[in-house]
């Protein structure tokens, strides 16, 4: 009886339990209009709500001020019945969600925009957050005076539409939503969406009422009509995307600097031409319509064009040598160079400015149909005469490339100092280890050869490639006997390092199939090795003193400085959320979301 009692009990609990542990994902409860977010229904309120303003708070006593804030931009966001939800989330408490969106301090506030965040850096205060998330959200601008679109326009690039009195309803809701689902790049320029709404003004402006146009600052002003459906979205959002973006970067235009730096694109194709030039107008027109005609083609979105204009670069016309051009001899021409270990450059068989010769050139390397230009001197005869082997451009690769046995290479410059100190102790390192035929010792004068991108920044250096395809650079002083156990280990002997080719100035993938990476096996034993070893010499040699804990220490307090730019400083039409305080930069925080995660959650 007693069991039939506990079974029976048990089967009660059960449904409890489960409902317990089946939490609806799609719960949202809200208290004074904030959605109340934890680890269980965060990623799914992002996924059902494109544009949630989030509050990541904490146990700290900055977190508790700000709920008051808060509370005054729910109110605001209600009141005007924003598309933007207000959420709140314990970041402390949830670390699964600070595990996926990483918050390195609290309170903060951040925007969830169609799968992109956004972080307020400002003051916290209602007032200026909310300004901030208007600029964030792209909220279109009214115009209402002839002056005002003139003036913006000379700021930025404007995507204008002409609706007066709200009309045609579709279109001009479509246009609302065209601008707040617009997710613009970190790393230029931030277009803004403005409308006219007025008859008059309209009429003043010649605006023709129902349409759609892009005021282009990067063409000087170009206008570009919109002439599809007003209404339909995705068109109207395509046309904003290609026609607010150029697709030649300006090189001279310091606002898109940092896109070009930042391009993951694999080629770039480099038009050198003053703008002063007599053929320039008809050239550029060639050279853009090639982008544009080769940007629309989905196997052709590897090519980023840019455009470097002569007339800006007067100044900086030495760097044209490592695009390989004679500024006497070359000029105008055009370059296409790879991302790639050694930075390819690719030459046109000849001069061909035209529209198709243009693409034919770009379409020839990206199919892999033309050959890298390699800078190099003729090969000497005696070449491989000596301990030392003298390699030049043209038979560089296919010498390190040889999987036979181990090469040592040497990178110098002519006439320069250091090198010519340095050149006499590798000649006696060859000779010593003459009689090992595992080894073999080369040279390369990197001021009148190409060989990869890193050995070109810095010189002289020493880069070992062993029989198994892998490459080590060494980083150890001019020494013989460091040298040799360098290479007699396999490169073990040396201390490794966080980054394979450390303070390298350029920003490109070193390493190719060729010559991989280092192992994380290799990697780890090899810093296990020298721990120990510091461990040993560091025991001593460390006082510790009970109670002494570092965070308590004033030298390591870490005071948050407030960048904060006054509201009565602002032109909240103009500001680009790029170039204040109230948008965080930095990479780590701007994560896409991963809707993937839904159903784990």
Known sequence: MNIKVFVSFLCFLLPCQAGKNDY????????????????????????????????????NQESTKAEIEVAKIAKKLQDTESVVHMGKINIEKEYEIDRKYPVTRVPLLRLFKNGKTYDYTGKFNAEDALVWLDLAMNIPLQINLSSELKSLQDKVTVVLACFPGKSPKKAYETFNLVSENFVYDEYMPLPRFAMITSATVARNLGVTPGSVSVLQK??????IVYDG?????????KFV????????????MTEYGLKIIHETRTFQHLLFMSSDDRNYAQTWQNFKKAAKDFKKQPENQEVCFVHVDLKHHEKNKQHLNFFHIDEKKDLPCNRITKVDSYHSRFLPARKDFSYEGFVKFTKDCVQGYLKRYVRSENVPSDWDKYDVKVLVGKNYEDFV??????????YYASNDKKSDETLPVFNELAREMSSDRAVVFGKMDVALNDGELDVHSNYPSFKMFTTDGKVRRYQGGVEIQAMKEFIKTGGKSQRPIDEEFEGAEFDFKWHDDLHPMPTVEEEEERRAKWEKEEKEILKNAIQHIVGAEPHNDPKHVVKEHDTHLPLEDRDV????????????????????LHYEHFDEL
């Open 218 to 223: 990067f063409e000087d002003g170009l206008k």
């Open 401 to 410: 490339d040889d999987k036979k046995r181990t090469v040592f290479m040497m």
């Open 24 to 59: 609806d994902k799609e719960s949202y409860p809200r208290k004074d209009g904030v959605l109340l977010l934890d680890t269980h229904n965060f990623v799914a309120a992002m996924y059902k709500y494109k544009f949630v303003l989030v509050f990541c708070y904490g146990r």
């Open 573 to 592: 039409a103009y500001m680009d959320p790029n170039k204040h305080a109230e948008f965080d930069k930095h990479h780590e925080h701007e994560k896409d």
């Open 241 to 252: 995307n290609e026609e607010s973006r150029p697709v030649v970067y300006k090189h001279h």
């Open 229 to 237: 459906d007003t209404s339909n979205f995705d068109q109207l959002m």
